[in-house]
């Protein structure tokens, strides 16, 4: 079985993703990418994840082309591999339908840094809607990634985060979902008040040192 390891990693991540109430059902979709091969291992589509075994994840090329699996890819395949085009540095993508970031998604509205859990990824901005699984969606977050961008918000339909290994996106998709609601509750509460750009910027220096806070 081609990659076995990691396709054990984007099952555990998928697991995960439902016990941290990220994902309902078969909602969401996770994928790893292999850096010597380049190829990707991604959840299947509509099949419920505690079903699965690590042969159950396909493995595709960088271009969503099925390359192993028992089971057809995620429908949101065209997503994460035009993630992985356009950012050589992301071997790991988590998408998201989590309640928070996805209200901040239907609001159209751009998720600020509320707390320093979120000073690596906010501001988080809202890409318009298209439709699911579509060559559209795929360009529009590529595009808004391109920058270097860990994370964005996609209008009506949930979130998406990239990085260097694909639990370290599950990290940052359960922070982002706590910083939405934490976010939304503040509204609620009548002031929502973000940290100061300038400690944003000097918190988010230190962390690239290296340096805890």
């Known amino acids: 079985m081609l990659l076995e ?8 991540v998928a697991l995960d993703t439902d016990r941290l109430n990220l994902c309902k059902g078969t909602s969401g979709n996770i994928s790893a990418r ?4 380049n190829l990707v291992c991604v959840t299947p589509s509509t099949v419920p994840y505690d079903q699965l075994g ?9 271009n969503g082309q099925m390359v192993e699996g028992k089971y057809k890819p995620s429908s949101e395949t065209p997503m994460h591999t035009a993630i992985y085009r356009a950012r050589a ?6 998408h998201t339908h989590s309640v928070f970031a996805t209200t901040f998604a239907i609001m159209n509205r751009p998720l600020p ?4 859990t979120m000073v690596m990824m906010a501001p988080v901005p809202v890409v318009p809607f298209q439709m699911p699984g579509s060559k559209e969606l795929a360009d529009a977050v590529a595009a808004a990634m391109s920058d270097g961008r860990p994370a964005v918000l996609l209008q009506n339909h949930g979130a998406i ?11 940052m998709a359960v922070y982002l ?5 934490m976010a939304l509750l503040a509204l609620q509460g009548g002031a929502l008040n973000p940290l100061p ?17």
Request: negative net charge; charged residues 30%.
């Open 89 to 94: 540095d992301v071997h790991g993508v988590v």
């Open 113 to 116: 840094a509320v707390v320093i």
């Open 5 to 12: 390891e990691l396709r054990q990693r984007v099952l555990k």
């Open 197 to 213: 750009e300038d400690a944003v910027a000097r918190m988010r220096a230190a962390f690239m040192r290296g340096k805890a806070l």
């Open 34 to 37: 292999d850096p010597e091969s």
């Open 54 to 62: 690590p042969d159950g994840i396909a493995v595709v090329d960088v």
């Open 177 to 181: 979902e706590e910083g939405a609601q």
């Open 161 to 171: 985060v990239g990085a260097n290994a694909v639990e370290v996106a599950l990290g």
